[in-house]
């Protein structure tokens, strides 16, 4: 456990089960998978229907990279290949919604982070973009005030 988090690792490739999300909401994930791989990774659709299943409930929802892609597709957005990969430390800059927003704007105009992707994403209908990179301008988004899509960790 930390800072009152506690983490509960799934090997869904090896398939193992999805944790009960009931009374919980808020997940993760990372993966070299790409969300629209769901036929050679079935796991996926499991993964995809519980973030919709929270987003009914209104449960709070973090993804990050895979997890990410995951939340945009239970928004109803497209994920897709990039030009080129993004891979190593760097950094995002804020627009100016992610500069007030309570959670990533805390960081300043631009926040370090570490990405390994080559997939982006369209933004959900009603979400905020928080950031952006100069490879690739859809990298943080918010829907509502409990779901964060993060595509770097």
Same mark, same amino acid.
């Given at each position: 456990?930390?800072?009152?988090?506690? $983490?509960n690792?799934?090997?869904?490739?090896?398939? #193992?089960?999805?944790?009960?999300?009931?009374?919980?909401?808020?997940?993760?994930?990372? !993966?070299?998978?790409?969300?629209?791989?769901?036929? !050679?990774?079935? $796991?996926? /659709?499991? #993964?995809?229907?519980?973030?919709?299943?929270?987003?009914?409930?209104?449960?709070?929802?973090? *993804?990050?990279?895979?997890?990410?892609q995951?939340?945009?597709?239970?928004?109803?957005? !497209?994920?897709?290949?990039? #030009?080129?990969?993004?891979?190593g430390?760097? $950094?995002v800059?804020?627009?100016?919604? *992610?500069?007030?927003?309570?959670?990533?704007? /805390?960081?300043?105009? !631009?926040c =370090?982070?570490?990405?390994?992707?080559?997939?982006?994403?369209?933004? =959900?209908?009603?979400?905020?973009?928080? +950031?952006?990179?100069?490879?690739? =301008?859809?990298? +943080?988004?918010?829907? *509502?005030?409990?779901?964060?899509g993060?595509?770097?960790?």
């Open positions: 456990m930390t800072r009152g988090l506690q $983490f690792i799934r090997h869904l490739d090896r398939g #193992e089960p999805l944790p009960d999300s009931r009374g919980r909401g808020t997940r993760g994930d990372g !993966s070299a998978d790409g969300v629209y791989e769901n036929r !050679s990774y079935p $796991f996926l /659709t499991g #993964e995809a229907r519980q973030i919709e299943d929270s987003l009914r409930r209104r449960q709070p929802v973090l *993804g990050i990279c895979l997890g990410c995951l939340l945009v597709h239970a928004l109803g957005a !497209s994920v897709h290949r990039g #030009e080129s990969p993004e891979i430390f760097g $950094f800059e804020l627009t100016e919604a *992610g500069k007030r927003d309570p959670v990533i704007g /805390t960081t300043g105009p !631009s =370090p982070v570490f990405h390994w992707h080559g997939d982006t994403f369209d933004v =959900p209908s009603g979400a905020t973009l928080l +950031a952006s990179s100069a490879a690739y =301008p859809h990298q +943080a988004f918010r829907k *509502g005030d409990s779901a964060y993060l595509n770097f960790t």
